[in-house]
């Protein structure tokens, strides 16, 4: 499809968000907001081990407590078949899902779901978690990967087989899937090298770090129908996920989407909601269930630690001649790691004829993983972009010249084999190389050793399923109305879109992300879609309504469709240039002409455009105490296309500040028990606004061909090069080469000391 | 929460009397941020809760050259870390009541509830400590005086008794050329509890160190003072011998831990740093006093 | 068994009453008992500022104050920013110019805070900034609009 280098009046601009006023106000609802009469509160009693058999329930006092309606427990809940099942576009595996929300047999892990308690008020629900009596059977906990698939391990699903592998093996493991992408002759490759390194990385569980925990508010109607409010990133997902779990129809669940505080891909999933659902079913009244931060962290899904040994060699002119990577991939306590798109994602934006990917997915006693911005990639780019770094110095060449020397383009084939189309990786890198960042010369700080790293990252995004409609309002206005929950600015850049089709400012374009009765199937807020996908869908409406302008316009003049043109907003006649109105004009005469206008669309676009990033990070590190403070940052990206300029930026310094905290401070600290003594903001660290500089961004738009508008999904790649760009940046800094995450000042101190 | 009652008494008189009456059932509520997280936690069960920031005796701050300072236990960070008369003369507790959390927390919390709380890590005990600190106890039955460095028996227990409060600290006026100094480190720029705390206070006579006094946070059960790193500095010229001696014998009495905010070979080496730091630092400021 | 306690207190600028169990914090009063849902719950241990309120003029976090301790206190939320219908507080209008919030649950906590901010020091610098507010936490935006907006609010404020 030919993408024209039009001149966008709309798209390109900076309007004011449509739901600003209501956020900055506090009048925007989000899912902890919303109150029914008649509520009641719901809590959930977690284990307290890390992997142990459950013997016994005593429900008994906890049902007696004054105030207390309802308590559930695993076995409440319908029991579903092994095996995993198509959803839409997902493999889901809905007897693990429905596990992991609550309990049957085994506890998996420390926080994991045993039972749930509804009552009048939420502090009575607490007291009646206290009462609940539960006999355990401890057993030993598996805590990481290497330990998981080493012989002789505890094994946690005792009906767990890999996949993936050439022969299927009968065999217990603590292995789900083996992934494999390899093309050309890996050995070959390594002896033609004149240097190759090798590393091994290790990488500590992190969490989305969403600032609104989990919440969802259910109302189950005695006629069987029920309504879900809840804020999440797929309102779709939601209502197939609860139905398969409570074995009720999918038609018969409306979810409603309230604002969401966050979600990175950690609200893609369902925790909350079908308990909610069952326990209004049982008691007849609405029930609300709040998370609080402990079980966010505990019970929800971070993303895997993991366990990386990369080697990679290159000619003395810069071409690498063979890369080779080995990751395994925590996936909690069900299969489901994204170690899958990390062996897709991690040598991506080079053009290598030999390579060898391995990636495992395994199982460990910590929560079951879920999507994190970009999932998995961060962490092979750890691996892969550190090792470059190395080899460019010991090739003696510049970090970006080496990248640019490898760099994929059109038509060089991906690792997973599919060749690329027109991408924006080599005009990152010349930017980069350009930036005033990057020629500057690195301040001096007293006291601190400073350095400078380069790296970068690749992201597919995604295309998936989305339903729009574009009404004309009697004012000609407009309403564009999608199934997107919004995260990021969405819903203004869908306005911005139709605005830019129907010729009207952002501002008389009224967005709305609507409930699961009132529009069409959309698939989740994530994957860096819903510009690219959802904005497709409503540029398809928008110009199904711009045709039947034109068919009530000619109406109207008594010429035939073709001989109406639609621009700028006006309607104008080819054959009588007398005759022209503009869309406000025209909507107020639309019963005359032939009927209201709704345009509306249903899409599952094929032309999903990849994202690209190089970023420079600048370090101070004391080296007496190991911390390190980010002095400048800059992020690189093609964008495709930049509807909303100012949220794209705030994508790129959002996933820049969570790649940040990765690098340098996050992680899920186990005791040697399985149980995390950080579950809270205390000592979960993320950055706080003091912790990182402003954030530079360029912006690159090579636009995506596959899409009317150019546009690329941004959202995802930012968070994928942060941690080797400031391990690289420590390495010229300190002269040692950090290898696990995070960073943290006493790791830099023993590196320091290691050293000496 | 565990349901509990609520009391703010006015007086001290009325405030004795009542935790006469609830003894171990009640606890002060002075800031509420650590309190009310323990209580969400199920750490503690208070069943009366004695708000005791109305009663005068327990927000005083008022300095007397001759006798020192007396800083009510309810005075809150923000208004210690405002007060010029701190910022003066103890410039090392002023910065340890100012590094207690964010904004939000500084506005609430106070050293007596710092203190009270009983942690090993807290910010400052070890200015305390450093300063001389004394910690005057109150009952229905009397007054009773603890030093800063006996008050935290082991993490999360005080030397308060049933029926106890603490109302106010003394600190001895600053002599000449005398200053103090605190500091902690923490991986992130704010907001974390001190990987390794250290207070130290000095007092030159030119160029030799007549007095010191060097306090430690979160690297034993307890907050500690180090006698024999203080012992160190004293009746030496304060240079970077004597200070490097002085970080090595305060290294021999850490005894720390290794958790999710350090490990035992970090902190060891971090109280070496800090006690460098913080002494070349108090010494500079007493210089100039 | 505790009972209900009343409290009497002004909530943006109007004298009010509620009843509370001593258990409830201030936070649950706003939202629960007062249906003000502006501040939000984050952490519920003081560590992400998401329930910053103002009280007496000084911000913090209304998950560590008991509802019975704002008895004849004066309170400030995110509800009273807005000086009358349509007119917005120059902090919020620059937070929506600057694009200072994405998906805006931390927002009205940093609102709160900065005001509080730029009551005590009108012209503060950025790293004065990033550190009044370093109580907040922020996932999305990593801060950056964020402080730009209140400096510019700031700057509006003073009429320059």
């Known amino acids: 499809m030919e993408v024209q280098e039009a001149k966008f009046k709309v798209i390109g601009t900076r309007p004011i968000r449509h739901d600003g006023v209501d956020k900055v106000t506090g009048r925007a609802r989000y899912g902890a907001d919303i109150s029914l009469p008649g509520m009641l509160h719901a809590k959930v009693l977690r284990s307290p081990h890390a992997h142990a058999r459950i013997k016994s329930i005593d429900t008994s006092a906890a049902q007696a407590l004054p105030g207390v309606k309802a308590v559930i427990t695993g076995n409440d809940l319908p029991d579903l078949a092994a095996g995993a099942q198509q959803m839409g576009e997902m493999v889901i595996n809905p007897r693990y899902l429905s596990l992991n929300i609550l309990a049957k047999d085994k506890a998996l892990y420390n926080g994991h779901a045993i039972a749930a308690v509804a009552a009048t008020s939420p502090h009575i629900a607490e007291e009646a978690l206290n009462l609940i009596k539960v006999e355990y059977e401890v057993l030993p906990p598996v805590l990481h990967v290497n330990k998981a698939m080493a012989a002789g391990a505890t094994i946690l699903l005792s009906e767990l087989r890999t996949s993936g592998e050439p022969e299927k093996s009968d065999q217990e493991t603590n292995v789900a899937t083996h992934v494999r992408f390899a093309r050309g002759d890996l050995e070959a490759g390594f002896k033609a090298a004149d240097a190759v390194v090798e590393h091994e990385f290790d990488t500590s569980m992190v969490h989305q770090g969403y600032i609104e925990p989990h919440n969802a508010v259910a109302q189950y109607n005695a006629d069987g129908h029920s309504t879900v409010w809840v804020s999440t990133q797929g309102t779709f997902s939601v209502r197939e996920l609860c139905a398969h779990i409570l074995q009720m129809p999918v038609g018969n669940i409306k979810v409603v989407p309230a604002e969401i505080g966050g979600g990175f891909g950690g609200k893609t999933t369902v925790y909350l909601e079908p308990l909610a659902l069952f326990l209004s079913k049982k008691t007849a009244k609405p029930v609300k269930m709040i998370m609080s931060r402990t079980e966010v962290l505990k019970a929800t899904g971070p993303t895997s630690g993991s366990f990386i040994r990369c080697k990679i060699g290159a000619k003395k002119d810069g071409t690498i001649t063979a890369a080779q990577i080995w990751m395994a991939y925590e996936a909690g306590a069900f299969p489901g790691s994204p170690v899958g798109a990390g062996c897709m994602t991690v040598f991506a934006p080079y053009a290598l004829e030999n390579l060898q990917i391995d990636g495992y997915d395994v199982v460990v006693n910590k929560p079951k993983t879920c999507a994190?911005?970009?999932?998995?990639?961060?962490?092979?780019?750890?691996?892969?972009?550190?090792?470059?770094?190395?080899?460019?110095?010991?090739?003696?060449?510049?970090?970006?010249?080496?990248?640019?020397?490898?760099?994929?383009?059109?038509?060089?084939?991906?690792?997973?084999?599919?060749?690329?189309?027109?991408?924006?990786?080599?005009?990152?890198?010349?930017?980069?190389?350009n930036s005033e960042h990057y020629k500057s010369s690195l301040p001096k700080v007293a006291g601190k050793l400073v350095g400078r790293g380069v790296a970068s990252g690749f992201w597919f995004n995604a295309g998936f399923q989305s339903s729009a409609t574009v009404s004309i309002n009697g004012d000609g206005t407009a309403n564009v109305v999608t199934g997107s929950p919004d995260i990021g600015g969405s819903r203004a850049s869908c306005a911005m879109i139709a605005a830019e089709v129907l010729g009207l400012k952002a501002e008389q374009v009224n967005p709305v992300v609507a409930d699961t009765d009132s529009i069409g199937h959309t698939d989740v807020t994530g994957g860096s879609r819903v510009t690219f996908a959802t904005g497709y869908a409503v540029y398809d409406a928008a110009q199904s309504a711009v045709k039947q302008l034109r068919e009530r316009a000619a109406t109207l003049w008594k010429v035939k469709p073709e001989d109406v043109v639609y621009q700028d907003g006006v309607v104008s006649c080819t054959t009588n240039g007398q005759e022209s109105m503009s869309l406000k004009q025209l909507a107020g005469r639309l019963a005359r002409a032939g009927g209201p206008v709704t345009g509306s669309a249903a899409v599952n676009p094929r032309g999903v455009g990849p994202a690209f990033a190089t970023q420079i990070a600048d370090v101070a590190v004391d080296p007496e105490t190991g911390k390190v403070d980010?002095?400048?940052?800059?992020?690189?990206?093609?964008?495709?296309?930049?509807?909303?300029?100012?949220?794209?930026?705030?994508?790129?310094?959002?996933?820049?500040?969570?790649?940040?905290?990765?690098?340098?401070?996050?992680?899920?600290?186990?005791?040697?028990?399985?149980?995390?003594?950080?579950s809270g903001f205390l000592d979960y660290r993320m950055p706080t606004c003091l912790d990182l500089p402003m954030i530079e961004t360029v912006l690159i738009e090579v636009a995506n061909p596959g899409h009317p508008i150019g546009i690329r999904g941004v959202g995802e790649v930012p968070i994928v090069p942060p941690p080797a760009a400031i391990a690289n940046a420590l390495y010229r800094a300190l002269g040692v080469r950090l290898t696990e995450l995070p960073m943290s000042p006493p790791k830099v101190v023993k590196a320091l000391m290691e050293k000496k | 929460m565990q349901a509990f009652t609520y009391e703010a008494p006015q007086s001290l008189d009325q405030a004795l009397s009542l935790f006469a009456n609830v003894g171990e059932k009640g606890r002060a509520l002075i800031g509420g941020t650590d309190i009310l997280i323990q209580m969400r936690a199920g750490v503690r069960r208070p069943e009366v809760i004695v708000d005791l920031k109305s009663i005068p005796e327990l927000q005083i701050l008022a300095f007397d050259p001759q006798t020192g300072l007396r800083l009510g236990?309810?005075?809150?960070?923000?208004?210690?870390?405002?007060?010029?008369?701190?910022?003066?003369?103890?410039?090392?507790?002023?910065?340890a009541a100012g590094l207690i959390g964010s904004v939000q927390i500084k506005n609430r919390c106070s050293v007596g509830g710092n203190l009270c709380n009983g942690s090993p890590a807290a910010d400052t005990p070890p200015a305390l400590i450093a300063l001389g600190a004394e910690c005057i106890i109150a009952s229905a039955k009397g007054t009773r005086t603890v030093k800063a460095e006996d008050f935290i028996l082991s993490p999360g227990r005080t030397v308060l008794q049933p029926g106890e409060i603490l109302i106010e600290f003394r600190i001895p006026a600053p002599k000449p050329h005398s200053s103090d100094c605190y500091q902690r480190f923490i991986p992130r720029n704010e907001m974390d509890i001190a990987v390794v705390g250290v207070g130290a206070a000095v007092t030159l006579n030119g160029d030799t160190c007549t007095a010191a006094r060097i306090g430690l946070g979160a690297v034993a059960a307890t907050p500690l003072l180090a006698k024999a790193a203080s012992e160190a500095l004293v009746g030496k010229p304060l240079n970077d011998q004597s200070i490097a001696a002085a970080a090595a014998a305060a290294q021999k009495i850490a005894t720390p831990i290794t958790d999710m905010r350090g490990t035992e070979e970090y902190r060891t080496h971090m109280v070496g740093v800090l006690t460098r730091r913080v002494v070349k630092e108090a010494a500079e400021r007493a210089r100039n006093k | 068994m505790a009972g209900k306690v009343h409290v009497e207190t002004t909530l943006n600028g109007e004298q009010i009453e509620f009843l509370c169990e001593p258990r409830q914090s201030l936070l649950e009063v706003l939202r629960d008992v007062l249906g003000f849902t502006g501040a939000k719950e984050g952490c519920l241990t003081g560590d992400c500022g998401a329930c910053s309120v103002i009280i007496d003029g000084r911000v913090a976090c209304s998950c560590l104050v008991l509802g019975p301790e704002v008895q004849s206190k004066t309170l400030e939320t995110v509800e009273g920013l807005a000086t009358s219908g349509d007119k917005l507080h120059p902090l919020q209008q620059k937070f929506l110019e600057h694009a200072a919030?994405?998906?805006?649950?931390?927002?009205?906590g940093f609102l709160v805070a900065a005001k509080a901010l730029l009551d005590r020091n009108p012209n503060p610098t950025e790293h004065e900034v990033r550190f009044g507010l370093a109580g907040n936490l922020c996932r999305c935006t990593g801060y950056d609009k964020i402080v730009r907006a209140v400096m510019d609010a700031a700057a509006v404020m003073q009429g320059r």
């Open chain 1, 630 to 678: 980010i002095l400048r940052f800059t992020a690189v990206q093609d964008v495709g296309k930049a509807v909303h300029p100012s949220y794209v930026e705030g994508q790129i310094h959002g996933g820049v500040s969570q790649g940040i905290g990765w690098a340098l401070n996050e992680e899920y600290y186990y005791d040697e028990n399985g149980i995390m003594r950080n």
């Open chain 1, 372 to 433: 994190y911005r970009a999932p998995g990639a961060t962490n092979a780019a750890f691996a892969a972009e550190t090792v470059l770094d190395e080899l460019a110095e010991k090739l003696s060449l510049d970090p970006l010249e080496f990248r640019r020397i490898n760099g994929a383009k059109e038509g060089t084939a991906q690792p997973a084999g599919p060749q690329f189309r027109r991408i924006g990786f080599l005009e990152t890198l010349e930017a980069a190389k």
């Open chain 3, 101 to 108: 919030l994405q998906c805006g649950i931390c927002t009205p």
């Open chain 2, 73 to 95: 236990a309810a005075v809150s960070s923000c208004r210690i870390m405002e007060d010029k008369m701190m910022q003066d003369k103890y410039p090392g507790l002023t910065e």
